[in-house]
């Protein structure tokens, strides 16, 4: 029992397709006969040939993202540079990845965080006229 369950958890991290359903795993669960009830685990997995190549096949993306937040910035800033970190009132934290630098001194400010067309993200502090590039860390 214990080999068909370490064969089962191979498989099952192994496998690049579909997992196999739950009734499928129940069917080769109950074949009392190790051989036989081998043989049903491996013709669940697909044969290694299968996924060769496959880790250059692009991967779905799901995009379930807002296009923007809002937040506030949790401190006065006083300025940034690259590297400067930026913490909002979701928990959220943000770095600026921007390489130009401003003095601007802001206390607490509305940001808005969106996404451009290339997929850079951009804080814009309301009230300045004023965006910065950045990144999520946290």
Known sequence: M???ASVLALLLAASAHAAPSDQQLADCRAISDDAKRLAC???LAPAPSDKFGMSTVPKPV???EPDKIEAHLTNKISGWRKGTLFNLDNGQVWQC???DSDDATLDRPAV???RNFFG???MDLAGSGLSVQVTRIK
């Open 2 to 4: 214990m080999r068909a």
């Open 41 to 43: 685990y491996d013709a």
């Open 62 to 64: 799901v995009n379930d």
């Open 97 to 99: 990845i921007d390489s």
């Open 112 to 114: 808005t965080i969106r």
């Open 120 to 122: 850079h993200y951009w």
